[in-house]
């Protein structure tokens, strides 16, 4: 740097925020349309080292109290630096330009947000060169990776409005990406202890294929409250081996969920409601529950007050699901989880869904398989669960082909002989009894 | 950064109070105020103009949680939406709590509005909290450290019960408070023997204000000069010495 640098760069400026009183310029803003920063990959050899390009008005040049379009363009490349990490680079850009005394920066994308304050312009930041150098210094010894950098600023909206537009696309393109992304594409998973003043062994493990059950944190948001505050609720989980490819276990899951339970909870299978399936805080949007009659599952969201097929409303169900148990059977989860690939994967996923209430039916429809769609019931159908029965085999439900195997015992006349001593003696006589049971034992007298 | 919190029985006068604190304050320094009663009127007792409550931008991140771009993360979207609602005002910014929470799962906005409050508040010279009396807000979306409760009462047995009350539930809250203090507002037969059985320190009197009254019934900003407004900064004098 040619000249002494103005202002001081410290993690203490985070959070610092001008107040309109202070602000010398507002750039970008709700009252600029237009406004974008934007980071992209290149080749080696198309990045000037270092260079920091200035494309319209300068600090200096701007009115005190204006407000103006702006861009930072971030540029960069490295051996190491791929497409995937543009977004996590570009998620930087708040972190290091707050670390500029009297510069604010808030927001994302193209909302962005920033401030330069009356000080910080008086002790000669008036220039966004020295921007420009602040964050090259950070990026380079913050992300090693990085091995080239330039940096764009633009503030006439000739030049941002046409920019800003075409970032949308790359952003929308990056989002698709992301939205695609499944938990054998990462090495992290999230967990998330934020329930545990309610439920004191519950943990949630958050893959990009399992949203938390609040619904409200998704693996890219535990990974940026995970470095925020990596001692904080929300804490990263090295994912570890897969050691069941059909339930979905991983050691590195199974060694979280032990030690935040303190013991209670030993395994997590990620993608089923049988065997050991996740814990369920208190804050659940809905709650799958198993209904042994049509060997199927239903589902219940918290705003649906009246009854289920299964004759209790959500309120009895959370009660049961509730409090950090492991349960067999009963499980809460987000509504976005039914949009998960892997939604009750182990299981038999939609196939095995059954009843649901008509608001959520409709909410997810872009979720459930087309051909399924009309297979399940919900409230206006019916909650009785005979009538489910009938209906689902109407219908040809894929569950139906689970019930085949079952047991029936069909029989006129069937004698029964009490196993137990204090009947002994007695003797048993069904009448035109069918008798459902999951495993029949005849032994010879 | 100098916290104070006001409180007390609904009626007493706290909205006023807390407005009388906060012009008193900027005097002195910058002020980040809040409003945590549901029922938000300090902005219309400050002359505030407010363009959005913390309760409002709560309920649009629930709605809207699964609608956000995957990578543009909660944290930062709610962080922006703070700022974006602050009211900015001549010496003191305003940010309004709003709306009570409905029947949805809190723990990750509250979790996040607490960091972004907390980090907001250290910009300030003072911050003063105007409370609702069950200091929800103060326990659940926030962390700062009060330094100063002050409850108000007017004189009946109710605005006493409410005020020990109150102090209760700051002792089991923990004792984050440094001194608890009672105003007696606009009595006109002050019962100071009463007040000071409740437990609270005794910190002193703001007499009936008939300009205050006038513009509380025209529903019009706090006039700039005014009898309670003089009483405020001898009150807030001995506060700031001890």
Redesign the interface.
């Known amino acids: 740097m040619a000249k002494e640098f103005p202002v001081e760069i410290g993690v203490v400026y985070?959070?610092?925020?001008i107040?309109?009183?202070n602000m010398r310029v507002e750039l970008g803003g709700?009252k600029v349309p237009y406004k974008a920063e934007l980071v992209q990959s290149r080749a080696m050899d198309e990045i000037e080292d270092g260079k920091i390009t200035v494309k319209g008005r300068d600090l200096k040049d701007m009115e005190e109290g204006g407000r103006y379009p702006f861009v930072i363009l971030v540029e960069v490349a490295g051996k190491e630096v791929e497409k995937d990490l543009e977004?996590v680079i570009e998620?930087r850009i708040?972190d290091f330009s707050n670390y500029v005394e009297g510069f604010m920066h808030?927001?994302?994308?193209y909302?962005i947000?920033c401030r330069v304050s009356k000080k910080s312009f008086q002790k000669g930041f008036d220039s966004f060169t020295y921007l420009g150098q602040a964050l090259i210094k950070l990026f380079k010894a913050e992300l090693p990776i990085i091995e080239k950098i330039q940096i764009t600023f633009m503030t006439e909206e000739e030049d941002v409005k046409p920019f800003a537009e075409n970032a949308r696309e790359i952003?929308e393109a990056?989002?698709a990406r992301?939205?695609a992304?499944s938990d054998d594409d990462v090495d992290e998973f999230y967990g998330c202890v934020?329930?545990q003043s309610f439920a004191p062994t519950h943990a949630c493990a958050i893959t990009p294929d399992r949203?938390?059950l609040?619904?409200?944190?998704?693996?890219?948001?535990g990974?940026?409250?995970a470095r925020?505050?990596p001692k904080g609720?929300n804490f990263k989980i090295e994912k570890g081996e897969l050691i069941d490819p059909e339930k979905f276990e991983y050691t590195g899951i199974n060694k979280m969920i032990k030690e935040k339970s303190l013991g209670e909870n030993e395994r997590f299978w990620l993608h089923t409601m049988f065997g050991y399936p996740h814990t369920s805080c208190g804050?659940?949007?809905a709650i799958a529950f198993f209904i042994p009659e049509v060997d199927g599952i239903g589902i219940c969201h918290?705003?649906y007050h009246g009854e289920t097929v299964i004759g209790v409303p959500f309120s009895t169900l959370a009660t049961q699901t509730g409090g950090g148990k492991q349960l067999d059977g009963f499980l809460g989860i987000a509504?976005?989880y039914m949009r998960s690939p892997k939604f009750f994967k182990t299981d038999g996923g939609w196939n095995r869904i059954v009843w649901m209430p008509k608001f959520i039916k409709e909410q997810v429809q872009d979720a459930i398989p087309e051909e399924l769609y009309d297979k399940i019931a919900t409230e206006e159908i019916t909650t009785d669960i005979n009538e489910l029965k009938q209906f689902l085999e109407e219908k040809e439900h894929p569950v139906t082909e689970r019930w085949v195997e079952e047991a029936v015992l069909a029989a006129e006349e069937l004698e029964v002989i009490p196993m137990s001593e204090a009947f002994a003696g007695t003797r048993l006589i069904l009448k035109n009894a069918r008798i459902h049971a999951d495993k029949v034992i005849i032994r010879r007298r | 950064m100098h916290a104070f919190a006001v409180s007390g029985k609904g009626g007493t006068g706290k909205t006023v109070l807390s407005a009388l604190i906060i012009r008193e304050l900027t005097k002195k320094g910058v002020v980040l105020a809040i409003d945590a009663d549901a029922d938000s009127n300090l902005p219309d007792v400050l002359g505030a103009e407010v363009e959005g409550t913390v309760g409002d931008i709560r309920e649009e991140l629930l709605q809207k949680k699964c609608k956000l771009p995957p990578e543009y993360t909660k944290d930062v979207w709610l962080e922006g939406k703070t700022y974006e609602i602050l009211s900015e005002n001549n010496g003191f910014d305003l940010l309004v709590m709003g709306r009570p929470e409905g029947p949805e799962c809190y723990c990750m906005v509250n979790n996040l509005l607490r960091r972004i409050i907390d980090m907001l508040s250290q910009n300030y010279d003072y911050t003063v909290i105007d409370s609702e009396a069950g200091l929800e807000h103060i326990s659940r979306r926030t962390t700062i450290g009060v330094q100063d409760m002050v409850v108000v009462a007017d004189g009946s047995q109710q605005s006493f019960d409410t005020a020990s009350r109150i102090k209760n539930l700051a002792d089991e809250l923990g004792a984050r408070f440094d001194h608890i203090y009672l105003v007696l507002n606009k009595t006109k037969t002050p019962d100071i023997k009463r007040a000071e059985m409740t437990g609270l320190t005794f910190l002193g009197l703001i007499p009936y204000d008939p300009d205050i009254e006038k513009a509380c019934y025209n529903g019009v900003p706090l006039p700039e000069h005014s009898k309670a407004a003089a009483s405020v900064h001898e009150l807030l004098e001995k506060i700031l010495q001890r």
Do not use: M
Not at chain 1, 14 to 17: A, C, D, I, Q, W
Not at chain 1, 214 to 221: Q, R
């Open positions: 985070e959070g610092e925020r107040r309109k009183d709700t977004a998620r708040h808030v927001n994302q994308r909302d947000w952003y990056r989002d992301a939205r992304l934020l329930c949203i938390s609040c619904g409200a944190i998704n693996w890219f948001d990974r940026a409250a925020v505050d609720p804050c659940f949007e918290r705003n509504i976005e």
